[in-house]
């Protein structure tokens, strides 16, 4: 197969199906992406991932301005009522998280350095949920009632669809390195959205949006994909692009334990490199964030 051919799957989306078992509820439609109006506090670049069981969720956002509570309220849903949800009223449970600071002094070197940024962000984790269950969500600070299912059960007869898809990038501003972002997006939403066998988990694994220390990219990159990573748990895993395995400590050092990045010898990626990132050796791409945009939004 010629080496033109092998580049264009590189970005890979699959649908999978486990079968022979129950499947979950088809998932309710998602939120327009434009929900909240912007305040210091308002969540933005809201999402979820799974917690150890089908019993917890966790909850991460960011928000403009610093002292915004970390604070989420949910209960179980009922059929049409997304009112906002009110601390002590009948079946709602109120969770209080932590949040943090990101900044450019938290990444290793050039040219994530440069950036000067930062990020208010938050996270916190819902427990006690009923698996396989319909919940509403509000994140304290926003308006929006946001609906989640809880997962499953391990069990030899459940089934559910998942996602999986690696190299997606940034639709907005890394648009000539991932021709594919825009099209990626709206195809999760659709599966998301079936009415037949709706995916109920997302598996981004690896080379998540090709930001390389750059916080606008990573904004961009987190508001498209809030429309369903608010809805779906979006799991992430570590790809060549979000390694910073040499400099740093404790927590914002790889968390992969590998000894060193994915360079291969031949000369696809090394031509794309120069294209699309002059500025960059693939050895710098890897480095400059130290893994903490990464950890540290997921």
């Known amino acids: 197969m010629a080496r033109s051919t092998l580049a264009t799957l590189c970005f890979l989306v699959m649908l999978a199906t486990c079968v022979n078992g129950i499947r979950p509820q088809p998932a309710l439609k998602i939120a ?17 991932a799974l917690g150890r069981d089908a019993t917890e969720m966790h909850v991460s956002w960011k928000t403009a301005s610093a002292n915004c509570p970390s604070e989420l309220m949910f209960r179980q849903a009922s059929s049409g009522d997304d009112q906002q949800l009110r601390a002590g009223a009948p079946g709602v449970s109120n969770v209080v998280g932590y949040s943090f600071l990101l900044s450019e002094r938290d990444m290793c070197s050039e040219p994530a350095t440069s950036y000067e940024f930062m990020l208010y962000l938050h996270r916190a984790k819902m427990t006690n949920l009923v ?3 319909e919940y509403q969500y509000h994140v304290v600070g926003g308006s929006t009632v946001r609906r989640l299912r809880s997962g499953l059960e391990p069990d030899p007869e ?6 999986a898809f690696g190299d ?3 639709a907005v501003h890394t648009a000539a390195k991932s021709p594919g972002a825009a099209d990626t997006l709206l195809r999760l939403e659709q599966e998301v959205d079936a009415e037949q066998n709706p995916a109920s988990l997302i598996l981004h694994i690896g080379d998540i949006s090709y930001a390389n220390g750059d916080p606008e990219i990573w904004d961009s990159f987190m508001d498209g994909i809030q429309p369903v990573a608010s809805r779906v748990p979006y799991m992430v895993a570590i790809g060549n692009h979000e390694y910073g395995y040499r400099k740093g400590s404790g927590a914002m050092v790889d968390p992969s334990g590998a000894a060193g990045p994915y360079q291969p010898s031949w000369g696809e990626l090394h031509s794309q490199l120069v294209v699309f990132e002059p500025s960059l050796s693939h050895k710098v791409a890897s480095e400059c964030t130290c893994i903490a945009l990464m950890t540290g939004r997921w």
């Open 32 to 48: 327009p992406m434009e929900e909240e109006p912007q305040s210091g506090c308002s969540p933005s670049q809201v999402h979820i």
């Open 131 to 133: 698996p396989n269950t």
């Open 158 to 163: 459940h089934s559910f669809t998942f996602l």
């Open 168 to 170: 997606m990038g940034d």
